[in-house]
């Protein structure tokens, strides 16, 4: 029997990040939070050079007040809670549907592969050393051309991830990318896009030791691997989605030429059956294992 899906099949690839997002954590990831206090205080003295000090002081002030009652109006239940847009409330889990959309009637069925992609710039200015920007041009680049065809190749989605423990600024940044299995990540890295990138780097790397790049591979068989997500926004695999394209309507009409697909969400209720439990989620256990450690609830 399948599992049950949470989230209906969509006619638009889900949008669960942004550009802008990226790069406005970039950019506060440039500076220790000393200096961004200190470029404030460097405003807010050029401000009480300028006007008289009662309206230097205004526009931070308003600005704080506003803030802190945006943030007691939705900690009060009076406006919308922004920080829990986009949590699935409840117990789910992740289990990819095969090529044709169809939710996998067994956990874990199929192969995943995980590839860890990543860069960052060991250089004073961060962000703006030379080349930096054009490897993070090149990832982009990469990982459009994956989703731009993953209907064929094998590509499930990406994630986006800072490091928060390894130092205070120029983090290294890092793309967790799902791939069906260790052929389609293969197919990937000695596709064009991939190449022209490898190219490019390798050419550059004497010139401007100060990049960084990285790349992990893990390859779980079937059966072996398994997620739960609890009160959470879809992130890692729950986040991913496979792109399916939609079967032609009348005679003479194909759907993939035409760019019709649709998205098939992989979050199914992990709240009952086989799916409740870590071993049950492997395919080794019916999901009433926990039972006997008194974690019912989990």
């Known amino acids: 029997m399948a599992f049950t899906p949470i989230q209906a099949p969509s006619s638009q690839k889900p949008a669960l990040g942004s550009r802008d997002v990226a790069i406005h954590n970039m950019i506060r990831d440039q500076f220790t939070v000393s200096t961004w206090l200190l470029l404030g205080a460097g405003l807010q003295g050029l401000l009480a050079l300028i006007l008289p000090a009662r309206y230097a002081l205004l526009p931070a002030v308003t600005i704080l007040a506003l803030r802190s009652i945006d943030t007691l109006l939705q900690t009060c239940g009076i406006t919308k809670d922004r920080a829990a847009e986009g949590v699935i409330r409840g117990k789910f889990s992740a289990q990819i549907p095969d090529r044709e959309g169809n939710i996998p009637l067994e956990p874990a069925e199929q192969e995943i592969v ?7 710039s060991n ?3 961060g962000m703006m050393a030379p080349g930096y920007k ?11 051309d994956l989703d731009r065809n993953s209907h064929e190749n094998g590509y499930l989605g990406s994630t986006g991830w800072i490091p928060f423990t390894e130092r205070k600024t120029s983090n ?3 793309a967790a990318v799902y791939f069906r299995s260790y052929k389609d990540l293969h ?5 064009a896009m991939h190449l022209e990138t490898w190219t490019w780097f390798t050419s550059i790397s004497r010139r401007y030791p100060h990049l960084s790049i990285m790349h992990e591979t893990y390859v779980a068989p079937k059966g072996h691997h398994e997620n739960i997500y609890v009160n959470n926004h879809r992130t890692g695999l729950a986040a991913t989605s496979v792109k399916v ?7 003479g009409t194909n759907g993939t030429e035409q760019g019709l697909f649709r998205w098939i969400s992989p979050v199914v209720d992990a709240g009952r059956g086989v799916l409740k439990s870590s071993r049950g989620r492997l395919g080794a256990a019916d999901g009433s294992d926990n039972e006997a450690y008194k974690m019912k609830d989990y």
């Open 187 to 191: 197919d990937f890295a000695h596709g």
């Open 245 to 251: 394209p939609i079967k032609p309507i009348h005679p």
């Open 123 to 125: 250089h004073p200015l």
């Open 114 to 120: 995980l590839l860890h992609l990543a860069t960052r």
């Open 172 to 174: 290294q940044i890092m």
């Open 134 to 144: 054009e490897v993070i041009d090149y990832m982009g680049k990469l990982l459009a």
